[in-house]
Antibody, heavy 113, light 112 residues
């Protein structure tokens, strides 16, 4: 069955970066894009962008350009998202998803000094 | 970006009764291929979101037929007939016809 297993919670300081992972199983990894979504209490669900797992090509929501960098390692069927120059506004739960049909369990990122 | 407006923000429904959630988009979601990429996603407390319906009315595998989706262009509705306790949580509409994908603000379903 399709599974997306994300890495664990992160506590980061303002100005630093974090890199979270999303390991896919149960299907041919390079056949589907992986999307990333941010969830906060205040802003709800926000689409960050997606990565073409076959070519590595990316598409970002304008709002997250410069904040998020999406990469992929085909050898391990894993997608990554790096968040840079972190501020408290980046504190959220981040999900990876295969389309909208399958979601990871989410990673809570907390930015605090 | 396409704005998705959901109503109501919350509703309280007794077990066995029906519930209806409206979602309106700021422009038609009918894509150039003729399909309408409107999804309904459900999030139970403490869990990750789960898609229930795609392309307006198609139920995902394993979703009970108590759930149904209707609508076209800019107006869409999710109906839950015979609400059960496991249905409590937040329901989001989500459009995939335009980039970036956008979500409604959610409707919280409580059990009366």
């Amino acid at each position: 069955q399709v599974q997306l297993q994300q890495s664990g919670a992160e506590l980061a300081k303002p100005g630093s970066s974090v890199k979270i992972s999303c390991k896919a199983s149960g299907y041919t990894f390079t056949s589907y894009y992986i999307s990333w979504i941010k969830q906060t209490t205040g802003q709800g669900l926000e689409y960050i962008g997606y990565i073409n797992t076959g070519s590595g090509g990316t598409n970002y929501n304008e709002k997250f350009k410069g904040k998020a960098t999406l990469t992929v390692d085909k050898s391990s069927s894993t997608a990554f998202m790096q968040l840079s120059s972190l501020t408290p506004d980046d504190s959220a739960v981040y999900y990876c998803a295969r389309g909208t049909g399958y979601w990871g369990q989410g990673v809570m990122v907390t930015v605090s000094s | 970006d396409i704005v998705m407006t959901q109503t109501p923000l919350s509703l309280s429904v007794a077990i066995g009764q029906s519930a209806s959630i409206s979602c309106k988009s700021s422009q038609s979601l009918k894509y150039s291929d003729g399909k309408t990429y409107l999804n309904w996603v459900f999030q139970s407390p403490g869990q990750s979101p789960k898609r229930l319906i795609y392309q307006v009315s198609k139920l995902d595998s394993g979703v009970p037929d108590r759930f149904s989706g209707t609508g076209s262009e800019t107006d869409f509705t999710l109906k839950i007939s015979r609400v059960e306790a496991e249905d409590l949580g937040v329901y989001y509409c989500c459009q995939g016809s335009y980039s970036p994908l956008t979500f409604g603000s959610g409707t919280k379903l409580e059990i009366k």
